[in-house]
């Protein structure tokens, strides 16, 4: 079983609004990971926890924050976004870092 | 800096041919190479993968090569079938090891 689940599907948001992306994985991996993805682009990685705690941070600005609560967990947490963040988030975990990287469906933002 | 490069951004086949999509690096470091595709609205899904110590490598009407004097790395599925139309990206570590750089993604069109 090679599943990432992403909630939500879609999300639509106001400037001044808070919310949350989510992701989960059962396959026991150890790193997990959010990136951002705009139309006809490839992936842009954002952020990197290993072992559930952040490694890497794309120098990604603080309107985005996340979160491992536990291994299976990865949540994105969203303040004050701005017109141009709307974008398909991806998740992907991997059994380690430096490893083949599984990805979920994403969640389609539009931040308005 | 490191880059992964696409030969083509648009592949047009006909049902049942042989599809072939390269795509170039510039870490002779990179210890793996992954290849994924993303259907539209998706997240990218993984398709295969292959170490630098091999030089082939096949899955289900998949065939992955490895070309690592001229770095260059090439995705080829056997009789194309109008499902496998959707945008490919080959993707290799970052030279820090953790990060996945994506190539700006082919997309394979298979009429019927």
């Known amino acids: 079983d090679t599943e990432v689940t992403q909630t939500p599907k879609h999300l639509v948001m106001g400037m001044t609004n808070k919310k949350s992306l989510k992701c989960e994985q059962h396959?026991?991996?150890?790193?997990m990971y959010w990136y951002k993805q705009k139309a006809k682009k490839p992936p842009e990685l954002m952020f990197v926890y290993s072992y559930e705690k952040l490694s890497i941070n794309e120098s990604v600005p603080s309107r985005f924050s996340p979160e491992c609560p536990n291994s299976s967990l990865l949540n994105l947490h969203l303040h004050a976004l701005q017109p141009e963040d709307s974008a398909l988030y991806l998740c992907?975990?991997?059994?380690?870092?430096?490893?083949?990287?599984?990805f979920g469906p994403g969640t389609r933002l539009l931040v308005l | 800096g490191e880059s992964v490069g696409l030969h083509l951004p648009t592949l047009s086949v006909q049902e049942g041919d042989n599809s072939i999509i390269n795509c170039a690096y510039s870490n002779s470091a990179s210890d793996y190479f992954i290849w994924y595709k993303q259907e539209s609205g998706k997240g990218p899904q993984f398709i295969i993968d292959i170490r630098s110590n091999m030089d082939k490598r096949q899955g289900q009407r998949v065939t992955v090569l490895l070309n690592k004097t001229v770095k260059h790395l090439s995705l080829q599925i056997a009789a194309t079938q109008p499902g496998d139309s959707a945008v490919y990206f080959c993707?290799?570590?970052?030279?820090?090891?953790?990060?996945?750089?994506f190539g700006k993604g082919t997309t394979l069109s298979v009429s019927s």
């Open positions: 992907a975990s991997s059994r380690q870092d430096q490893e083949t990287q599984y």
């Open positions: 396959m026991g991996h150890r790193a």
């Open positions: 993707a290799v570590p970052h030279e820090a090891g953790t990060a996945l750089i």
